[in-house]
Protein backbone atom coordinates (compact mmCIF):
# COMPACT_ATOMS: atom_id res chain seq x y z
CA UNK A 1 0.00 0.00 0.00
CA UNK A 2 1.51 3.50 -0.75
CA UNK A 3 2.25 5.58 2.35
CA UNK A 4 1.61 9.38 2.31
CA UNK A 5 3.72 11.29 5.21
CA UNK A 6 3.19 14.54 6.39
CA UNK A 7 6.01 15.56 8.80
CA UNK A 8 4.01 18.75 10.27
CA UNK A 9 1.51 18.27 12.59
CA UNK A 10 1.58 21.91 12.77
CA UNK A 11 2.51 24.78 11.18
CA UNK A 12 1.97 28.35 11.58
CA UNK A 13 2.36 31.59 8.76
CA UNK A 14 2.18 35.32 9.64
CA UNK A 15 -0.75 36.96 7.12
CA UNK A 16 1.35 37.92 4.30
CA UNK A 17 3.93 35.74 4.58
CA UNK A 18 4.54 32.79 2.59
CA UNK A 19 4.35 28.89 4.33
CA UNK A 20 5.40 25.79 3.01
CA UNK A 21 3.53 22.52 3.67
CA UNK A 22 5.74 19.01 3.25
CA UNK A 23 4.53 15.42 1.97
CA UNK A 24 6.43 12.91 1.10
CA UNK A 25 4.98 9.44 -0.64
CA UNK A 26 6.26 5.90 -1.38
CA UNK A 27 5.21 4.38 -4.40
CA UNK A 28 6.45 1.81 -7.02
CA UNK A 29 4.64 3.51 -10.29
CA UNK A 30 5.50 6.27 -12.72
CA UNK A 31 1.89 7.06 -13.08
CA UNK A 32 -0.10 8.48 -10.58
CA UNK A 33 -1.67 11.81 -9.23
CA UNK A 34 -1.40 13.93 -6.20
CA UNK A 35 -3.40 16.10 -4.53
CA UNK A 36 -3.50 18.49 -1.55
CA UNK A 37 -7.00 19.32 -0.06
CA UNK A 38 -7.91 21.84 2.63
CA UNK A 39 -10.55 21.22 5.56
CA UNK A 40 -11.34 24.35 7.52
CA UNK A 41 -13.11 23.21 11.10
CA UNK A 42 -16.13 21.25 10.61
CA UNK A 43 -16.33 22.40 6.91
CA UNK A 44 -16.20 20.03 4.10
CA UNK A 45 -12.87 19.21 2.06
CA UNK A 46 -12.14 21.23 -0.82
CA UNK A 47 -9.63 20.50 -3.51
CA UNK A 48 -6.72 23.24 -3.43
CA UNK A 49 -4.32 21.71 -6.46
CA UNK A 50 -3.72 18.61 -8.05
CA UNK A 51 -0.56 17.04 -9.88
CA UNK A 52 -0.65 14.48 -12.51
CA UNK A 53 3.12 12.51 -11.96
CA UNK A 54 3.88 12.79 -15.58
CA UNK A 55 3.45 16.53 -15.67
CA UNK A 56 6.95 17.78 -15.11
CA UNK A 57 5.53 21.42 -14.63
CA UNK A 58 5.22 21.99 -10.83
CA UNK A 59 0.88 22.89 -10.86
CA UNK A 60 -0.54 26.66 -9.77
CA UNK A 61 -3.27 27.59 -8.59
CA UNK A 62 -3.24 31.51 -7.83
CA UNK A 63 -1.70 31.60 -4.04
CA UNK A 64 -1.29 28.02 -4.17
CA UNK A 65 2.10 26.03 -5.92
CA UNK A 66 3.74 22.99 -5.55
CA UNK A 67 7.31 21.45 -5.76
CA UNK A 68 7.13 18.34 -7.38
CA UNK A 69 10.04 15.99 -7.13
CA UNK A 70 9.22 12.97 -8.36
CA UNK A 71 12.60 11.13 -7.82
CA UNK A 72 12.65 12.34 -4.10
CA UNK A 73 9.03 11.12 -3.46
CA UNK A 74 8.28 14.77 -2.33
CA UNK A 75 4.97 17.07 -3.27
CA UNK A 76 5.26 20.12 -0.96
CA UNK A 77 2.39 22.90 -1.19
CA UNK A 78 3.71 26.39 -0.82
CA UNK A 79 0.89 29.01 0.23
CA UNK A 80 1.83 32.85 -1.02
CA UNK A 81 0.64 35.99 0.88
CA UNK A 82 -1.31 34.18 3.62
CA UNK A 83 -4.57 35.07 4.07
CA UNK A 84 -6.56 34.42 7.62
CA UNK A 85 -9.32 32.19 5.58
CA UNK A 86 -6.17 29.71 4.77
CA UNK A 87 -6.19 28.42 8.28
CA UNK A 88 -7.46 25.20 8.03
CA UNK A 89 -6.03 21.28 8.40
CA UNK A 90 -4.43 20.26 4.98
CA UNK A 91 -4.21 17.04 3.78
CA UNK A 92 -1.88 15.33 0.88
CA UNK A 93 -3.19 12.75 -1.22
CA UNK A 94 -1.88 10.03 -3.66
CA UNK A 95 -4.29 8.01 -5.69
CA UNK A 96 -2.57 5.34 -7.93
CA UNK A 97 -3.11 4.81 -11.59
CA UNK A 98 -6.52 4.06 -12.80
CA UNK A 99 -5.75 0.40 -12.67
CA UNK A 100 -4.87 0.42 -9.40
CA UNK A 101 -7.94 1.66 -7.96
CA UNK A 102 -9.36 5.10 -7.55
CA UNK A 103 -9.30 5.34 -3.92
CA UNK A 104 -7.36 8.34 -2.49
CA UNK A 105 -4.89 7.83 0.08
CA UNK A 106 -4.05 10.53 2.52
CA UNK A 107 -1.60 11.71 4.89
CA UNK A 108 -2.37 12.58 8.72
CA UNK A 109 -2.59 16.36 8.06
CA UNK A 110 -1.20 19.66 8.76
CA UNK A 111 -3.07 22.15 10.73
CA UNK A 112 -1.97 25.75 9.82
CA UNK A 113 -2.35 28.80 11.97
CA UNK A 114 -2.74 32.17 9.77
CA UNK A 115 -1.71 34.92 12.24
CA UNK A 116 -2.58 38.54 12.13
CA UNK B 1 -28.03 20.31 -5.28
CA UNK B 2 -24.80 22.17 -6.41
CA UNK B 3 -22.83 20.06 -3.64
CA UNK B 4 -22.44 16.97 -2.29
CA UNK B 5 -24.68 16.40 0.70
CA UNK B 6 -25.01 14.20 3.60
CA UNK B 7 -27.29 12.96 6.20
CA UNK B 8 -27.32 13.39 8.82
CA UNK B 9 -24.72 15.41 10.40
CA UNK B 10 -24.44 14.29 13.72
CA UNK B 11 -25.41 10.53 15.09
CA UNK B 12 -25.25 9.40 18.40
CA UNK B 13 -25.92 5.70 18.71
CA UNK B 14 -25.51 3.18 21.32
CA UNK B 15 -23.14 0.30 21.42
CA UNK B 16 -24.75 -2.54 19.38
CA UNK B 17 -27.22 -0.55 17.39
CA UNK B 18 -27.12 0.10 13.50
CA UNK B 19 -26.82 3.02 11.76
CA UNK B 20 -27.29 4.29 7.99
CA UNK B 21 -25.78 7.13 6.62
CA UNK B 22 -27.21 8.72 3.59
CA UNK B 23 -24.69 10.47 0.67
CA UNK B 24 -26.44 12.54 -1.84
CA UNK B 25 -23.85 12.75 -4.54
CA UNK B 26 -23.63 16.05 -7.07
CA UNK B 27 -25.80 15.02 -9.84
CA UNK B 28 -24.72 13.58 -12.69
CA UNK B 29 -21.20 11.94 -10.65
CA UNK B 30 -20.65 8.33 -12.13
CA UNK B 31 -18.49 7.67 -9.26
CA UNK B 32 -18.90 7.76 -5.40
CA UNK B 33 -16.85 7.55 -2.49
CA UNK B 34 -16.75 6.58 1.08
CA UNK B 35 -14.19 7.58 3.20
CA UNK B 36 -13.86 7.19 7.21
CA UNK B 37 -11.81 9.69 9.32
CA UNK B 38 -11.09 8.79 12.70
CA UNK B 39 -10.34 12.09 14.97
CA UNK B 40 -6.83 13.81 14.26
CA UNK B 41 -6.41 11.42 11.02
CA UNK B 42 -6.39 11.82 7.86
CA UNK B 43 -9.85 10.21 5.85
CA UNK B 44 -9.48 6.51 4.95
CA UNK B 45 -10.94 4.71 1.96
CA UNK B 46 -13.75 2.34 2.59
CA UNK B 47 -15.59 1.54 -0.81
CA UNK B 48 -15.95 2.88 -4.20
CA UNK B 49 -19.03 3.12 -6.68
CA UNK B 50 -19.17 2.95 -10.36
CA UNK B 51 -23.11 3.80 -11.14
CA UNK B 52 -24.51 1.41 -9.05
CA UNK B 53 -21.73 -1.11 -8.93
CA UNK B 54 -19.67 -1.50 -6.26
CA UNK B 55 -16.41 -2.01 -7.43
CA UNK B 56 -14.09 -1.69 -4.51
CA UNK B 57 -14.87 -2.76 -0.86
CA UNK B 58 -11.24 -3.41 -0.28
CA UNK B 59 -11.44 -0.55 2.55
CA UNK B 60 -14.49 -1.83 4.62
CA UNK B 61 -13.26 -2.52 8.26
CA UNK B 62 -15.36 -5.87 9.01
CA UNK B 63 -18.62 -7.43 7.10
CA UNK B 64 -20.62 -5.29 10.11
CA UNK B 65 -19.90 -2.14 7.53
CA UNK B 66 -22.29 -2.78 4.18
CA UNK B 67 -23.06 -0.03 1.53
CA UNK B 68 -25.14 0.37 -1.66
CA UNK B 69 -26.12 2.39 -4.48
CA UNK B 70 -29.22 0.96 -5.52
CA UNK B 71 -29.62 3.18 -8.58
CA UNK B 72 -26.43 4.57 -9.05
CA UNK B 73 -27.30 7.50 -7.45
CA UNK B 74 -28.03 8.23 -4.05
CA UNK B 75 -25.67 5.75 -1.61
CA UNK B 76 -26.24 4.41 2.04
CA UNK B 77 -23.52 3.20 4.52
CA UNK B 78 -25.14 1.02 6.94
CA UNK B 79 -23.03 -0.20 9.70
CA UNK B 80 -24.67 -3.36 11.75
CA UNK B 81 -23.79 -4.00 16.10
CA UNK B 82 -21.97 -0.54 16.25
CA UNK B 83 -18.89 -0.34 18.64
CA UNK B 84 -17.04 2.33 19.89
CA UNK B 85 -14.30 2.48 17.83
CA UNK B 86 -16.41 3.05 14.91
CA UNK B 87 -17.02 6.15 16.19
CA UNK B 88 -15.98 8.67 13.61
CA UNK B 89 -16.50 11.33 10.62
CA UNK B 90 -17.54 9.55 7.53
CA UNK B 91 -17.23 10.93 4.52
CA UNK B 92 -18.80 11.45 0.78
CA UNK B 93 -17.02 12.08 -2.17
CA UNK B 94 -17.93 11.60 -5.83
CA UNK B 95 -16.30 12.25 -9.22
CA UNK B 96 -17.72 13.22 -12.44
CA UNK B 97 -15.36 10.00 -13.33
CA UNK B 98 -13.24 7.92 -11.74
CA UNK B 99 -10.65 8.41 -13.61
CA UNK B 100 -10.71 12.53 -14.35
CA UNK B 101 -9.01 11.85 -10.43
CA UNK B 102 -10.94 14.96 -8.49
CA UNK B 103 -13.06 13.88 -5.89
CA UNK B 104 -15.60 16.45 -4.43
CA UNK B 105 -16.55 16.03 -0.53
CA UNK B 106 -19.60 16.37 1.34
CA UNK B 107 -19.65 17.94 4.71
CA UNK B 108 -19.57 14.13 6.64
CA UNK B 109 -21.34 12.43 8.80
CA UNK B 110 -19.77 12.21 12.65
CA UNK B 111 -21.09 9.24 14.67
CA UNK B 112 -20.74 8.66 18.00
CA UNK B 113 -21.15 5.52 19.65
CA UNK B 114 -21.50 5.31 23.46
Redesign the interface.
Known amino acids: AQT?TQSQPEMSVQEAETVTLSCTYDTSESDY?L?W?KQPPS?????VI?Q?AYKQQNATENRFSVNFQKAAKSFSLKISDSQLGDAAMY?C?Y?AP?NS?????????TSLLVTP | GA??SQSPRYKVAKRGQDVALRCDPISGHV?L?W?QQAL??????LT?FQNEAQL?K??LPSDRFFAERPEGSVSTLKIQRTQQEDSAVY?C?S?LS??T????????TRLTVT
Open positions: VYFYRQMILREFARSGYALNFGKG | GVSFYGQGPEFYDSGLASAGGEQYFGPG
